[in-house]
């Protein structure tokens, strides 16, 4: 019974997740995110869909049991950095087998993309007050 851990983060949103790999086939396949089931916790089926793709393409969906942290962000963030937190652990777990397929499909990347900060003297990032000539 191996514990690995992996750390995916998207937007402001973090995911801690601890995956232990059991015997072959021993592992339930159970996702608890903050002591909830992931079904309770992403209600949605996109959701749900975003943080079973690596488990998925990889053919691993009732091998390991996951436990994971999330706080930050929105939950559309949040699934996404959980996905790629799985996709880590994953590549962690067997290198050869699940890199080049999670490679491929572009789940090991991670999203750069972040809210640009407010300036100072207009409403937002680049939005401006509007201009009044006379």
């Known amino acids: 019974m191996e514990v690995i851990n992996a750390l995916g983060r998207r937007k402001s949103a973090i995911a801690r997740i ?29 959701l749900q869909y975003i943080v079973k793709q690596p488990l998925e393409l990889t053919g691993t969906t009732a091998r390991y049991d ?29 290198t050869e087998a699940h890199r080049p397929i999670l490679k491929t499909n572009g789940l090991l990347t991670r999203d750069p993309r972040e809210v640009e900060r407010k300036k100072p003297g207009r409403p937002g990032a680049r939005k401006r007050f509007q201009f009044s000539k006379r």
């Open 18 to 46: 601890y995956v232990v790999s059991k015997d072959e086939n021993a592992g339930a396949g159970t996702i608890v995110i903050n002591n909830r089931p992931m079904e309770q916790y992403f209600p949605m089926d996109t």
């Open 66 to 94: 996951i436990k994971v942290n999330l706080g930050g962000g929105g939950i559309k963030g949040q699934a996404e950095a959980l996905r790629l937190a799985i996709a880590r652990a994953l590549c962690k777990i067997d």
